[in-house]
């Protein structure tokens, strides 16, 4: 058993798909998101990847993987999809559920110092402080 | 009035006229009533005081069928609405001689009968010779004073002027008796909230007993087959039972006149429940004006109304919702 | 009392799914004369029609209620069925229950309950229907066709070959549209200007067809088989009678810096130009915005140099005002503006273009003589990109949400031509799908990929980002090795997405004819009627109804030809018999409704009348059903309510309500 | 008062529309799937000048709670200038409903060409909105049509 279970996968597909409002059915498979991912390299499971994993529930796979520590949230890919399909967020949203699993479902400030490490952007623990801190 | 009857006389005997359209007394001093005079004898019975409010000009529709000229006397708010049913082809210009007869303003003996008189066996002072300041009225209980203003009817404080529109001759001095702002009312009730707006028609309106009075009066309300009597709508005039009939009624005779009617205020003036009827023909001429520029039905024979006429740049029926 | 039959169609589940329809059945069955009543999965279909004529003609119906979609599909066809069952075809009545309900509505027993009322109002009419007698009209046997590119090319050449007069309207100062802009043609690589002059001269030279260029229609009134339509043919300062065409006043025009539109900006004109050297007509026009002397008064450098003293500075806009049987709307396309896009860096770099400039760069009469060139240094590029779908299939709101149906297969022509032409330029095309639905079109793309070389990478232009050098870095995906690729490029070539021309929203307008949220004229049926427009009497040919090639856009224009020569071949037309009709016994004649009435239809006649034993001669209003089209103005300004409409009577449109409100 | 007077307020609404875009645009919202609410039930007219003010009336004395008029916009009228009448009888029309004290909002005219589905979606989602802000009609009903 892993550190992160998620139950049925496609409830937590479910959740990723409410939390980031991102219908990933409409996804045309451009690869658009992924041609200027700044990360890309960094990443195992790339952009245009991601959709298709929340869009088949292989979450679990996606909790895994690197690139949702990879990803600077900057949002290019966000900004450049032609439909509206939005990658980040569903990044975003998949970091959520991992952070919500832990323990409890908030973020506590005195876990911070730990989650601190040179692999983990500063960005992703700032607005995710900002987003669960009680 | 002599001069009136004796003008009349000498027109019937030289065949001019086929007859006279004007006045006859009542039984009652101030409840003279509209008559056809066919011989210069019966024209004894004519009388024109300031009771005569009745407007002749829509009886002039069936007088235009009957053979010969028909000697009609109009006064000055009258000749607006012979105009309008000219420009709508009901009556014939060829059939009328039209003596324009003088006004002073018109009575109202619901006015005196407000100011608590009661009983009137005679009134002096309501002729056109006289100089129309003051009426002397004789009652059972004794005789009384009153000022002729304090008795004019609602419109001859908003007189639209003393000029007559059309006629063939002119007897008898008019005076503008206008000393009212026409809108006031309406702008009144404007300003209420619609719940009192509401409340104020219903209570007015609820008084309708559906008698027909102001629409047999009306001269724009001359349709041969009244809506309200045809089955084509399903809106055969039925038993007053709910309050809505009479806010229909009267919604759509007012909508009917819209742009027609010449404010001549017979509607108000014969509605033996006192309703101001007019107020819906004021409302209406209000809106005119003030969307569409200012209009006077019946000021002249030719143009177009305002409901069969148009601009590009009307405003949009939002505007009623703007206004607030 | 009539006898009513209600037939309720599921249309397939379009309705069923979320309307009961037997339901629908059931309520209707117990609406006063009814006495039939019954389901179909295709009311439409000659299955559902036949029990339509069967249940006329077994249970005597006088009536006929359909549950169906909209009157503006199906009515006529209903109608054509009653009537085969020898019922009047305006005993019949459509409730809306599609469009106005089962579409967009999602539960079920709200759409149902809907449904029932829909019905019921349209019984509620039907009991008080009565036969009505439809009139005639004249066709006027000429075709107005708007737009002179391929598609109105071909459109009127073919009504004008079936004998009939055609006029068409340009609004440039030539005839040959969009295609005489492209170099070659795909699937076959012929040259464009190659098989379009010749048809632009046929269509000049045919004595039955007219030709307005630089002319706008302005006014549309009318109907089918009779619109009167006023065009207004801009001054062209250029006499054409007087004209040779010899070009001298536009070298000699000192007004040279105005962007040329034909090579999309790409090089300059001067201020009274002929468009391109293959213009018909030959004649130029003065450019009024820019002219010198319209602008200041002096220069008059044209007219001094014109042999035939053509120029005519005092020219006016004129206005024709002709009559036509039917119209032709053939308004084509442009280029979606980019300037959303600055990902792409359109308008930072010269050197991105879209491909209609790649058209006119490769093009021998092009700004570069069909030297392909770079715009910023004029040096040969070696590495092109193109990026297709930009605009296109885009469900933000800085794109189309279409396919623009073209790119795929002309940037296959230009990544072939660009490697035949220059066998030592990289070529790449990055693509999301390569669609060719066509003939010969995916051997034609095979070709491009086996043939020449040309690199196909699946996946998209993520930023193109200008280099001080002055080259192009392209990031893009590459999908299939799952790799973020960063290229270099001299060029990038953008297939912008297409989209109707900008006035057609307002020539719609003036036509009464519908156009989509994507401003395409609507047709009248998707699949059966694709050249009509549901607006009587209009035909719609080439893009302006849909993302089209040049072979779909003449094979329409061909059939929407047919389709107005299947109209100006009638010699009348059936009228609305639903017209204006007066009671003479409750007509006042007062004028009113004839002071409203838009056609001069009503007019006043002194009849004798028996009014209940009243015997007399009376003015009446008598209405002309020739010209009556009933818009029921006059129903409304009567106040006897003695003028009615036929088809749409005071008291049925009051019978609807009382159903609604029930 | 039966218990029933909890029942959600369910309003009916007319809505005239003209043949030749309003209800286009009408058909368009159904096939464009831009849903509006069921409480609306249109009728089919030639042309906005059609309506008259009779069957608005009737339409409130039946126990409508709400009448709208879509037509096509001024100066795009099919028959030239039905529209244009329309406008001037129904805004005098509404003026004269709102002075008896009938809430104006009951009442709209709106301009719907027939590419219009969008609008036209929009146009009776609002409308039912302000209906039902404003609640049944109490004041112009026949209390003999309640049923």
Redesign the interface.
Known sequence: MSAYTYGNTANAAERIKEISGVNPLKCMKCGKCSATCPAFNEMDIKPHQFVSYVQNGDIEALAQSKSLWKCLSCFACVERCPRDVKPGKLIDAARQIVIREKGQNYLKADEIPELLDDETPQQLLVSAFRRYRR | MQELISRAKELLADNTVARVLGWRAGDLPYNPEAAYFETPESLDEFVYDGFCGANLSKMMIEASKLEGKTLVCLKPCDTYSFNQLIKEHRVDREKAYIIGVGCKGKLDVEKLRKMGIKGIQKITGAKLTDDCENLEIETIYGSKTVSYKDAMLERCHVCKGKEHMIYDEIIGESKDTKDADRFAEVERIEAMSPKERFEFFQKELSKCIRCNACRNACPACSCRRCVFDSTKFDSAQKANVDDFEEKMFHIIRAFHVAGRCTDCGECSRVCPQGIPLHLFNRKFIKDIDQFYGEYQAGADAESKGPLTSFTFEDVEPGIVAERG | MQRIGVFVCHCGTNIAATVDVKKVVEMAKMEPGVVHAEDYQYMCSEAGQSKIINAIKEKHLTGVVVCSCSPRMHEATFRKAAEKAGLNPYMVEIANIREHCSWIHKDMEEATKKAVILARAAIAKVNLDAPLQPGESQVTKRALVIGGGIAGIQSALDIADAGYEVDIVEKLPSIGGRMSQLDKTFPTLDCSACILTPKMVEAAAHEKINIYTYSEVEKVSGFVGDFTVDIRKKARSVDMSKCTGCGVCSQKCPSKKIPNEFNRGLNNRSAIYIPFAQAIPNVPVIDRENCIKFKTGKCGACAKNCAAGAIDYEQQDEIVTKKYGAIVVATGFDVIKLDQYDEYAYSQSKDVITSLELERLMNAAGPTKGHLERLSDGKAPKNIVFVQCVGSRCSDNRGKSYCSKICCMYTAKHAMLIRDKYPDTNVTVFYIDVRTPGKNFDEFYRRAVEEYGVNYIKGQVGKVIPQPDGTLMVQASDLLDNKQILMEADMVVLAAAIEPNKDVRKIATMLTASIDTNNFLTEAHAKLRPVESPTAGIFLSGVCQGPKDIPETVAQAGAAAVKAIGLLAKDKLTTNPCTAKADPLACNGCSQCMNVCPYGAISYEDVQVNDHGVRETRRVAVVNNALCQGCGACTVTCPSGAMDLQGFSNRQIIAEVDAICR | MSIEAKEEFRP?I?AFCC???S??G???????????P?DV???????S???????I????????DGVILCG?????C?????N??A???????????????????R???EWV???E??KF?QTMNEFVEKIHSLGKNV???????RN
């Open positions: 009916k007319v043949n030749w875009c209800y286009a009408a058909d368009l919202a159904g096939s464009s799937r831009l849903v509006y069921a039930k249109i009728i089919r007219v030639p042309c000048c059609r309506v008259n003010p009779m069957f009336l009737r339409a409130f004395e039946k126990g409508a096509c916009h001024p100066g795009d099919h028959y030239t200038t039905g244009y009448y406008r001037r009888r129904m805004t005098l029309l509404f003026s004269m409903l709102d002075f008896i004290g009938v809430e104006n909002g009442t709209r005219v060409s027939a590419a589905g969008v979606s004041r112009l009903e026949d209390i003999r049509c």
